[in-house]
């Protein structure tokens, strides 16, 4: 139901746009999050994208990530997206969307998509 594209390899400093395609029902009733896991690693969460009680969008970022990498979204596409900016070489990993979805829906993942930076 979800599915991911943009992974790729590129330098430490370069930048990466990940995104995530849901059917017109998930994208409008689940928020989104984006999680990695790296190897030898357990999986993180890394950034989400939900809405709050007054329908207004909330964003979150781990630590690590903040000031570097942003989620959007784009209702015309169905599409939510984290662009990643100035990689570094600790951000490889494999990057999984997965929905945030109300307690009435079931959560889906997409199948994940490598992102490899160099040093």
């Known amino acids: 139901q979800l599915a991911e594209s943009g992974g790729g390899t590129v330098q430490a400093g370069g930048s990466l746009k990940l995104s995530c395609t849901a059917s017109?029902?998930?994208?409008?009733?689940?928020?989104m999050g984006w999680y990695r896991h790296a190897p030898g690693k357990e999986r993180e969460l890394v950034s989400t994208?939900?809405?709050?009680?007054?329908?207004?969008?909330?964003?979150f970022y781990v630590p690590s990530v903040k000031g570097r990498f942003t989620v959007s979204r784009d209702s015309a596409k169905n599409t939510v997206y984290l662009q990643m900016n100035s990689l570094k070489p600790e951000d490889t990993a494999v990057y999984y969307c997965?929905?945030?979805?109300?307690?009435?829906?079931?959560?889906?993942w997409g199948q994940g998509t490598q992102v490899t930076v160099s040093s």
């Open positions: 994208l939900t809405r709050d009680s007054t329908a207004r969008f909330d964003t």
């Open positions: 017109e029902d998930i994208f409008k009733e689940c928020g």
């Open positions: 997965a929905t945030r979805c109300p307690p009435w829906l079931e959560d889906s």
